[in-house]
């Protein structure tokens, strides 16, 4: 936990730190490190070093997201920076998070390179996501940038969503909202996330606690690298 600053900016800033020192001190030789998208993952990988001492080391990419969002926070791009810091082998989804259709993410499950990267999701032991948010205000990166139409977060909003980890969206509880978008969703999904050994949250903001509290009271993480008041406001809703 960090102090909450005068500014959401510096806030972030600050959980990225904290998170890259989190990941360092858990990580061990022949560690599988799942790595998704976001901003203040972003942060983080900025405040890792140059390089790591560990061998064996593999990294996955847990959700898509080709050519929907900057690249500086795509999820493709800080997989091949943490991988290259841990002298790893990297293991790539290019795809997009969403896609058109379920007959489109058939075929893409079918793809070999595809295929790979998301039966290593079966032997991630270290996670590191973001939470979005959709309660007051949504910061769903993939909402926000529009590329989930206003229907289908008309549907999530009717589900009872509290928030999302790799754009699979779940309620104030932490349980699953089916929704006709997560048959069009490609990354680690929820069940997925539960069975990692650490799956660690790295997400601040006083509008994202709702969604941070569901992924704890879901057990859909077990880990989250916050700053103060975000803290205080989720114990308050225990």
């Not at 790893?88 to 489109?104: F, G, K, M, P």
């Not at 939470?131 to 008309?154: A, E």
């Not at 309620?171 to 978008?181: A, S």
């Amino acid at each position: 936990m960090v102090e909450t600053s005068f500014n959401y900016e510096e806030t972030r800033k600050n959980i990225g730190r904290a998170a890259a020192d989190c990941l360092l001190d858990i990580v061990y030789d022949g560690d599988v490190i799942g790595i998704a998208w976001g901003t203040t993952i972003y942060e983080m990988v900025n405040f890792l070093p140059s390089s790591v001492d560990k061998s064996n080391i593999s990294v996955v990419q847990l959700t898509g997201g080709l050519n929907q969002v900057s690249m500086d926070f795509n999820a493709i791009e800080l997989t091949r920076r943490v991988a290259k810091i841990f002298n790893a082998e990297s293991y790539q989804l290019y795809a997009s998070a969403i896609v058109d259709s379920e007959d489109t993410k058939k075929v893409l499950f079918s793809e070999s390179n595809i295929k790979k990267t998301l039966e290593m999701f079966n032997v991630v032991n270290i996670a590191v996501v973001g939470i979005g948010s959709v309660i007051s205000k949504p910061s769903t990166m993939l909402y926000r940038d529009g590329f989930i139409k206003k229907n289908d977060f008309k549907n999530i909003l009717n589900s009872c969503a509290a928030g999302d980890i790799n754009s699979y969206f779940y309620d104030k509880n932490g349980k699953r909202c089916k929704t006709p978008l997560e048959n069009k969703t490609i990354g680690m999904n929820l069940d997925q996330l539960k069975r990692v050994r650490y799956t660690i949250a790295v997400a601040g903001g006083e509008f994202k606690v709702d969604a941070i509290h569901g992924a704890l009271k879901g057990k859909i993480i077990n880990v989250i690298v916050t700053d103060s008041e975000t803290a205080k406001a989720i114990l308050k809703k225990q």
